[in-house]
């Protein structure tokens, strides 16, 4: 018995989990209505967080180095700007009104963290 509802935990862990990483939110079960908007804005926010990283790792390996690194910083800052058009779009075009807003929400922040670079 013990075993059983340990399994159980795990599982419920596990799914929880699953659930977290490929829509960022902690659900047992995924959203179905406007799930495949929600999902590419998480993803397309997960890319902003990424883009961030690889920029800040740039400018630290400029500061290390002495390298210059100013392709590498002009090439995040070329997907960056993919990325807010793509956001852009969903904000634009949701069917959701929460999707909107939480489109809408990410671009501002795409746009303050560019201005705070630049």
């Not at 862990?13 to 209505?33: D, I, P, Q, R, W």
């Not at 993919?82 to 009104?97: R, T, W």
Request: glycine residues 8%; without cysteine.
């Amino acid at each position: 018995m013990k075993a059983i509802i340990i399994l159980i935990v795990v599982v419920i862990v596990g799914l929880l989990a699953f659930n977290y990483f490929t829509t960022g939110e902690f659900t047992l079960m995924s959203s179905g209505a406007g799930g495949g908007e929600a999902q590419e804005l998480n993803q397309l926010r997960g890319e902003f967080r990424s883009l961030a990283r690889e920029f800040r790792q740039a400018g630290r390996s400029a500061a290390i180095s002495g390298m210059d690194t100013t392709s590498a910083a002009s090439a995040v800052l070329a997907e960056l700007d993919g990325v807010e058009k793509k956001v852009m779009a969903i904000a634009k075009n949701a069917e959701d009104s929460e999707v909107a807003k939480e489109a809408k929400a990410l671009a501002a922040e795409i746009a303050k963290y560019k201005k705070d670079i630049q």
